[in-house]
């Protein structure tokens, strides 16, 4: 009798602590900034978040391949092609497919501008166009889409912190 209640009071000594470990990884807040970059809070437990946004290296050789051959479907004012001037970082998030963000310095318009580029690849569809989903905002808050998409208003998600607050509330 006192080996089974030894061996029970360490398994509940020994999930306590466990959970107590879990739990207080749970109430650290997962947090994405503007550019949807994990903040420095939550950068030490990202392999823990299923479907986060992870930073790939900026020579990635899929996500440049992509960005080569699509980034001349997005549609600029004077139909002059967007160039890559420097690339800054480039993520990855698998949602129903791979949603990469790639930031940095184009040439737009004949203006250079710091701009994020998504694009959201789902290989399996047929259609070349609906394979891969590009769009480009920049700092300057103008927006590039191709023929099939607009660019979604600001007004209708709010700013970082509007998101936040809302979530907060919902919480």
């Not at 420095?40 to 392999?47: A, F, G, I, L």
């Not at 399996?124 to 979604?152: F, L, P």
């Amino acid at each position: 009798m006192k080996i089974i209640v030894l061996i029970f009071v360490s398994f509940i000594a020994l999930s306590s602590v466990n959970c107590g470990h879990i739990k207080k990884r749970l109430k650290r807040p997962f947090i994405l900034d503007d550019d949807n970059q994990m903040t420095n809070e939550v950068k030490h437990v990202k392999e823990y978040i299923v479907g986060a946004p992870r930073t790939l290296d900026i020579n990635d050789s899929y996500a440049n391949k992509l960005l080569t051959q699509h980034l001349n479907r997005l549609i600029t004012g004077d139909r002059q092609e967007i160039v890559i001037s420097n690339i800054e970082y480039i993520t990855q998030q698998v949602v129903a497919g791979y949603l990469f963000r790639i930031k940095g310095d184009y040439v737009v318009e004949g203006t250079k501008k710091v701009c994020t580029i998504s694009m959201f690849n789902q290989p399996w569809n047929k259609s070349e166009e609906d394979k891969v989903v590009i769009s480009a905002k920049c700092d300057d808050g103008s927006c590039y889409v191709t023929e099939s998409y607009t660019c979604s208003p600001d007004s209708l998600y709010g700013t970082h912190e509007s998101r936040l607050e809302r979530l907060i509330l919902f919480a």
